[in-house]
């Protein structure tokens, strides 16, 4: 790990002037002291936003909750609310990591977590996202756990959370205060960016910008599940996970929102399987077109070509699930 400079902020414009001057805003640093150590990120000052007055659940004017941006993963998960009203929420976060990391990370450096590609960890190989122009050594390399969605000629990375996958099945807010002190809500649909040409920008956060909540609409109710699929039962990454919300109207689909985890550079929400999947009976045909819709596009790297009939089975078997296992 190189030298580096360690300022606490007397305040959300303080820190956004330094976050402005090149230094690198740290809250949990469970992601962010991995790669320091690593020389993957080599800050020359962090700033520490702790101090700053970002915690606490609330509850929104229109019924739903804020959640701010310092609120460990693991008060989200077990908050009462969250498990009564947005249990998506709380399984996808108990689903990632231990309980020893999601007492530290955040909900905020939670969002903005980088790439557990091998080649982005690893400064001896080429990386676009790490080092822009050096190539990408997963095209071509060993690709197992990389995109099959939405990837580029630049970078074919993933984005791992799990969090933000139920956050965008949910149709969260990022509350985002900028530098000239006003605030802008971003989708979190939105947030994070496919890699097009710029891989080394993960998302729509511009210089000085500090996420200071995530707002939850009012709930919905339904059915919520989240279903991870990877190597092996606890403390690793999704090779694909699905979080869904699924509302029965009698024997039909009143409404569903779905969202996909580890297929894509960020968290996967195609509204036209939502829109699809509403006003239909259940069956297992439904849930097959479904799928062709979700991988109309998909393009497998060759080591990861597997995923694509996974997708297509963990989606079956999540709607089946969540509708009451149609035939």
């Known amino acids: 790990m190189r030298p580096f400079q360690y300022s606490r902020p007397g305040g959300l414009d303080h820190a956004g002037q330094q976050l402005a001057d090149g230094a690198k805003a740290i809250a949990?640093?469970?992601?962010?002291?991995?790669?320091?150590?690593?020389?993957v990120e080599t800050p020359a000052q962090l700033v520490d936003l702790n101090p700053l007055p970002l915690g606490g659940i609330d509850e929104t004017e229109e019924g739903g909750l804020r959640i701010g941006a310092l609120v460990t993963n693991s008060a989200c998960a077990a908050d009462p609310r969250i498990r009564r009203d947005y249990p998506v929420l709380a399984r996808?976060?108990?689903?990632?990591?231990?309980?020893?990391?999601?007492?530290?990370?955040?909900?905020?450096?939670?969002?903005?977590?980088?790439?557990?590609?091998?080649?982005?960890y690893n400064i001896d190989q080429p990386c676009n996202k790490r080092e822009p122009g050096s190539g990408c050594?997963?095209?071509?390399g060993h690709n197992r756990i990389h995109?099959?969605?939405g990837a580029s000629d630049q970078c074919i990375a993933t984005y791992p959370g799990d969090m933000a996958v139920a956050l965008a099945a949910l149709?969260?807010?990022?509350?985002?205060?900028?530098?000239?002190?006003?605030?802008?809500?971003?989708?979190v649909r939105e947030f994070h960016r496919l890699p097009g040409?710029?891989?080394?920008?993960?998302?729509?956060?511009?210089?000085?910008?500090?996420?200071?909540?995530?707002?939850?609409?009012?709930?919905?109710?339904?059915?919520?599940?989240?279903?991870k699929v990877r190597d092996r039962s606890s403390y690793a990454f999704a090779l694909v996970s699905v979080a869904a919300i699924v509302r029965m109207?009698?024997?039909?689909?009143?409404?569903?929102?779905?969202?996909?985890?580890s297929l894509a550079h960020k968290p996967w929400h195609d509204p036209r399987v939502d829109a699809l999947l509403a006003g239909q009976k259940p069956s297992d045909a439904l849930f097959d077109k479904a799928a062709d819709v979700l991988l109309d596009k998909a393009e497998g790297q060759g080591s990861n070509d597997f995923k694509i009939p996974l997708t297509r089975?963990?989606?079956?078997a999540v709607l089946r699930e969540a509708t009451g296992d149609a035939a």
């Open 197 to 227: 040409d710029r891989p080394e920008k993960d998302n729509v956060l511009e210089e000085g910008e500090v996420i200071t909540a995530v707002i939850l609409p009012p709930p919905t109710g339904g059915k919520h599940l989240y279903r």
């Open 313 to 316: 089975r963990t989606l079956l």
């Open 147 to 149: 995109a099959i969605l």
């Open 92 to 120: 996808a976060i108990l689903a990632g990591a231990t309980f020893q990391l999601r007492n530290m990370a955040t909900t905020g450096g939670n969002l903005c977590q980088r790439t557990r590609c091998f080649y982005f």
């Open 171 to 187: 149709d969260a807010t990022v509350q985002i205060e900028t530098l000239k002190g006003r605030t802008r809500l971003v989708p």
């Open 137 to 140: 050594g997963a095209i071509g």
């Open 28 to 39: 949990g640093g469970t992601n962010l002291l991995d790669l320091m150590k690593l020389e």
């Open 249 to 261: 109207d009698g024997d039909t689909i009143g409404s569903a929102s779905l969202a996909f985890g």
